[in-house]
């Protein structure tokens, strides 16, 4: 069973910067896509970053020059480092991995607390 464990969330002030860690147990190049997604209350989950096995990277536009997206295959980790960061990025921040072979397949981590705050 693949198991996705968050971390790095916190309170943080405006335009101060977090970096998310999701350490995965199984290789992240098993992965056909690996992500960050958000969920702020009363909220639907929305995609924030995404990196594709090849390199390929994603980003809602709303965290464009602001978040950046990183993955250390030694490590089995997949990061997300976030500057400048804004009161509407609070939220719970959740890792994802996707592989879609033989059918696509959702695997999401347990979520971490983001609150940004003066």
């Known amino acids: 069973q693949v198991q996705l464990v968050e971390s790095g969330g916190g309170l943080v002030q405006p335009g101060g910067s977090l970096k998310l860690s999701c350490a995965a147990s199984d290789h992240v190049l098993s992965f056909n896509v690996m992500g960050w997604y958000r969920q702020a209350p009363g909220k639907q989950r929305d995609l924030v970053a995404t990196i594709t096995n090849g390199d390929i990277t994603n980003y809602q536009d709303s965290v464009k020059g602001r978040f950046t997206i990183s993955r250390d295959n030694a490590k089995n980790t997949v990061y997300l480092q976030m500057n400048s960061l804004k009161p509407e990025d609070t939220a719970i921040y959740y890792c994802?991995?996707?592989?879609?072979?033989?059918?696509?397949?959702?695997?999401w981590g347990q979520g971490t607390q983001v609150t940004v705050s003066s």
């Open positions: 994802n991995a996707v592989k879609f072979q033989p059918i696509r397949y959702d695997y």
